[in-house]
């Protein structure tokens, strides 16, 4: 079964750029969450997915921003880049029962930006 | 305020030894969930454990094993007879009211030496 695929796995961009980040969750997986993670901070959520809907949000400002798919695939967005920005950003599915938490969080490698 | 404490930033210890990971946690909700993770140096989460508020069996598997106390707040987790393959970083995590939102503790660097 294949694992959560995140693309791209580097990237590098300057301030003030915009960026693109993608998920394929694994088969079957609805629910796709998104994860920042810095030395400083460490992990932090930023939002999920489910059925193309937003169902939670963490503590980011709108320059973050994602959206899923119908086939559950999720981009998530950063504009207008700073350099606070930089950081890895994990991707997590997980498999729901009708909507419901099933809690297990199956995560991908993430994509590590460097904004300059 | 942190949801989840990990007061211990990096332990190491030596092959065979065991050690214990402590986490704290903080949540006024009645149902939650917490979960212990694992970041090797590739980098990818792997799953652990999960807990529900309501189950506080303690939970062995092979050389792990978690404590939870409601009392205290404490999840901890204990690998017993430490092998250098367990080298990596540790994570404690919170989800309220069954939620995939998770709080993430700080972590814990293990460093085991051979």
């Known amino acids: 079964k294949a694992g959560v695929t995140q693309t791209p796995r580097y990237l590098i961009k300057t301030r003030g750029q915009q960026v693109t980040l993608s998920c394929s969750p694994i088969?079957?997986?609805?629910?796709v969450s998104w994860y920042q993670q810095t030395p400083g901070q460490g992990l932090q959520f930023l939002f999920e997915?489910?059925?193309?809907?937003?169902?939670n949000k963490g503590n980011f400002p709108g320059r973050f921003s994602g959206r899923q798919f119908s086939n559950s695939r999720s981009e998530m967005n950063v504009s207008t880049l700073e350099l606070g920005d930089s950081a890895l950003y994990l991707c997590?599915?997980?498999?729901?029962?009708?909507?419901?938490?099933?809690?297990?969080?199956?995560f991908g490698e993430g994509s590590r930006l460097t904004v300059l | 305020a942190q949801k989840v404490t990990q007061a211990q930033t990096e332990i190491s210890v030596v092959e065979k030894e065991d050690v214990t990971l402590d986490c704290v946690y903080e949540?006024?909700?009645?149902?939650?969930?917490l979960f212990w993770y694992k970041q090797p140096p590739s980098g990818e989460l792997v799953f652990l454990i999960r807990?529900?508020?309501?189950?506080?069996q303690n939970e062995i598997s092979g050389r792990y094993s978690w404590n939870f106390q409601k009392s205290t707040s404490s999840f901890n987790f204990t690998i017993t007879a430490s092998q250098v393959v367990d080298s990596a970083v540790y994570f404690c995590?919170?989800?309220?009211?069954?939620?995939?939102?998770?709080?993430f503790g700080s972590g814990t660097k293990l460093n085991v030496k051979p």
């Open positions: 995590a919170l989800s309220e009211g069954g939620f995939n939102k998770f709080y």
């Open positions: 807990r529900n508020s309501f189950d506080e």
């Open positions: 088969s079957g997986h609805r629910s």
């Open positions: 949540t006024r909700d009645t149902t939650y969930y």
């Open positions: 997590a599915s997980s498999w729901t029962s009708g909507g419901a938490f099933t809690g297990e969080l199956f």
């Open positions: 997915y489910f059925s193309e809907t937003q169902r």
